[in-house]
């Protein structure tokens, strides 16, 4: 199964996130704003180029320190999934992993779950694992984080070992660690 796609582009990482944070309290009301504190940087936040561009509108230009190509974020939704309209958005999703310095995701579970797998319980923002909701909608999706290509397989050849497409996934995730994603603004 796989995600209906968001149109998505780069990711960037602004390191003055109390600036960032002023102009996004003075946008209009329900104006939604993808912006993630990054879990091992205070004050630094990553944000969606939609909302960089939203960011930008109230004031010169936010600097970006690097950015990411949003598709160079891998992500896995096993079989399991039947209700994929109830998945966060893409884009909201794939800015929380490069927050969370990951290179691709998986989808874990759902609060939803009646007799489903345990799902964990992240004690820090660090934890591999996370949650995150549609917006507006009424059930919470656990999320499996991976920080290096290895440890995606070595997660995927231990819950899916007779799954080929999650093997597949692992191996052909796009770069090997997340220093591998990054690109400085100015380079």
Do not use: C
């Not at 504190?37 to 509108?57: A, C, M, N």
């Not at 009424?138 to 497409?165: V, Y």
């Amino acid at each position: 199964m796989s995600f209906v796609r968001d149109a998505m582009s780069r990711i960037y990482r602004i390191d003055d996130g109390r600036t960032a944070r002023e102009r996004q309290h003075a946008l209009p009301r329900g104006t939604v704003v993808e912006a993630w504190l990054d879990v091992f940087h205070p004050g630094v936040l990553w944000v969606s180029e939609l909302t960089k561009q939203l960011l930008d509108g109230s004031g010169p230009p936010l600097m970006a320190s690097a950015f990411v190509d949003g598709d160079r974020i891998s992500l896995f939704v096993p079989d399991e999934v039947t209700e994929s309209a109830a998945l966060p958005a893409e884009d909201s999703l794939r800015v929380r992993i490069a927050a969370g310095h990951g290179i691709a995701a998986i989808w874990y579970g759902t609060t939803s779950q009646v007799g489903g797998r345990p799902l964990p319980e992240p004690a820090s923002p660090e934890d591999a694992f996370f949650y995150l909701m549609k917006m507006g909608g009424s059930a919470n999706h656990a999320w499996r984080l991976f920080r290096t290509r290895d440890e995606a397989a070595e997660f995927m050849a231990r819950h899916f070992p007779n799954d080929a497409k999650a093997k597949t996934w692992a191996d052909a995730l796009p770069v090997a660690r997340y220093s591998d994603l990054l690109f400085p603004e100015n380079g």
